[in-house]
């Protein structure tokens, strides 16, 4: 997995296009893709022409629960693996493109915690074999067969934990994600070959464009509150430990993220000192749906909430902006923002 995602500048007027949570919802990537300038709307390749142009996509591209998705409803069942699919060949597109004198684009995959879940479910099938876990599935619903299984499978604690996990990840929209693949042993081949190096390699924690933490949300331990580059030094399991912080974090909002029951949400002063720990001056994340169909600002723009899926329509971030290498400011203006929030303390 990729640890941070620093990148180099120049100094050509920049675009960063930001998506939010997608949920197996692939028309919509295509359609602000395209409409960032990013995408040829009729061959869906990477444009040329966008050279200097940053894509960000800030997690949970996985597991549909129903919620609506733009495009033909007849296809929405196909759109997780569609959405794997293309962003594998965006990034070869950029890879091949980035040879080419002037071209300085890139394409940061965020890590967000339905992929977590769903890789860590791949890796749980894996031990546990593809048989069990397919009638763990079939049966879900059906206690006492259930029972019978989980007394076959748990015989230790650590067992009992992968089955837990796996069971929650199923009913969070893991179905779906198995179905957009084809069935079980599709998804599965899937996820050993070409899809599954998506989520173990090709993932990142975050990345800094124009002084702004892109990341899937912030971690409720203030511990894991540093700049990438400290983030990207630590230790592996510590280093996991804080991804898995970054992605579930719902305290920035008011929430406890395993109960759910509302908390005191940070005071503008609080989230002064957050973006200081990071060592940026605004973060734009996801995670945490706000009910809205544009980005949602809260603490007078400094937190940019982009998690606007199940509504068709719905915007991105757009923002360009020029380097100023002399002195290592920047310049910019924002598109597409056309809802700005001033909340010090958001409301859900």
């Known amino acids: 997995m990729i640890r941070t995602g620093e990148v180099r500048r120049n100094n050509a007027t920049r675009k960063v296009v930001a998506i939010g949570d997608l949920h197996g919802d692939y028309f919509r990537m295509v359609r602000l893709m395209t409409e960032g300038g990013v995408l040829d709307p009729v061959t869906i390749h990477w444009r040329p022409e966008a050279d ?45 493109l980035s040879g ?10 965020l890590m967000g915690n339905h992929d977590m879940m769903m890789w860590e ?19 879900v619903n ?39 693949y084809g069935g079980m042993k599709e998804w599965q081949d899937a996820m050993t070959g070409r ?34 580059t400290q983030l990207a030094a630590l230790p592996s399991v510590t280093y996991e430990k804080a991804l898995e912080s970054f992605v579930w974090g719902r305290r920035i909002w008011g929430y406890d993220v395993f109960s ?3 908390l005191d949400p940070p005071s503008e002063a609080d989230v002064d000192r ?5 060592g940026v001056q605004s973060v734009v994340i996801g995670h945490t749906p706000m009910g809205k169909s544009r980005p949602y600002y809260a603490y007078d723009g400094k937190v940019i ?19 100023d290498s002399r002195r290592g400011r920047t310049s910019g203006k924002q598109t597409g923002l056309l809802h700005r929030n001033k909340r010090r303390k958001p409301v859900l």
């Open 52 to 96: 200097q142009v940053d894509v960000v996509l800030v997690g949970d591209y996985v597991d549909w629960r129903y919620e609506q998705l733009e495009g033909n409803p007849q296809e929405w069942k196909l759109g997780i693996s569609r959405i794997v699919g293309l962003l594998l060949d965006l990034a070869g597109e950029v890879e091949e």
């Open 100 to 109: 080419r004198r002037g071209f300085d684009s890139h394409l940061h995959t």
């Open 121 to 139: 479910g791949f890796q749980i099938v894996e031990r546990i074999g593809l048989d069990h876990a397919q009638l763990l599935f079939n049966n």
């Open 142 to 180: 059906h206690f006492s067969l259930i029972g019978k299984l989980l007394e076959k499978l748990m015989s230790t604690p650590e067992k009992s934990q992968d089955v837990a996990r796996l069971l929650n990840w199923y009913t969070q929209g893991g179905e779906m994600t198995i179905a957009s």
């Open 195 to 228: 899809h599954g190096e998506f989520f173990s390699r090709h993932l990142k924690l975050g990345v800094v464009l124009n002084n702004r933490l892109y990341c899937h949300s912030l971690p409720d331990d203030e511990t894991y509150l540093m700049p990438l």
């Open 260 to 262: 759910g029951r509302k």
């Open 274 to 278: 957050i973006l200081a720990k990071l």
């Open 305 to 323: 909430n982009l998690d606007t899926h199940g509504t068709p329509g719905s915007s991105g971030f757009v923002e360009e902006y020029k380097v």
